[in-house]
């Protein structure tokens, strides 16, 4: 069986965040300014679900959409042990705002993110790097 590849996205909107589902990235929108790219440890397929499933309640639960934050894609690794989260700001400094009032090391200040925080048997890899985009390809459709 094939575990795919994406799975929920975050997108803001101007009352509260929304959830798109199966929304790839779009690497030529004008607004992202900087992208976070954050891999998780977290064991087993039922916990990459459960967690991205916490990650996704507790976007959903800030009384204020997070200023900054464009969208959130979770890449699922198909051993079931990782989860890479790629998250698009608006700037670097967006992101850093945005950890800096919450105080605890996550984007969010609603009381979701404590268990977010304390998920049982994940832990993020300490790889956080933010990248911006230099150049990309793509493969016309209909090209095998």
Known sequence: ???PTITPTITPTAAAA????????DVTRPDVGTVLVSP???GTPERQRGWIDM???ALGSETEPLPGLVAAHFHVSTD???VLNYAEWTSKEAHQDALDRSGHGVVGQSPEWRR??????V???DDVRRYRLHRSLTRPAGIP
């Open 123 to 125: 832990r993020r890899n």
């Open 116 to 121: 977010v925080r304390s998920f049982p048997g």
């Open 1 to 3: 069986m094939t575990t």
């Open 40 to 42: 998780w440890l977290v």
């Open 18 to 25: 929304t959830i798109a589902r199966d929304v790839l990235p």
């Open 80 to 82: 079931g042990t990782r």
């Open 55 to 57: 990650v996704i309640g």
